[in-house]
């Protein structure tokens, strides 16, 4: 796991669009454990 940068208004990226997760695999479960360590 790997602890992420997180983003504060007024970020660009925060306005960004994003893409539909179509099946959670193990790169989502991945990314949701990342996020559970940052917080």
């Known amino acids: 796991m790997a602890i992420r ?3 504060k208004y007024p ?3 925060l ?3 994003t ?3 179509g099946t959670i695999d193990e790169d989502i479960c991945r990314l ?3 996020m559970v ?3």
Do not use: G
């Open 11 to 13: 970020d660009p990226v």
């Open 5 to 7: 940068e997180i983003k």
């Open 15 to 17: 306005r960004r669009k």
């Open 19 to 21: 893409a539909s997760v």
């Open 37 to 39: 360590e940052t917080m």
């Open 32 to 34: 949701i454990d990342d």
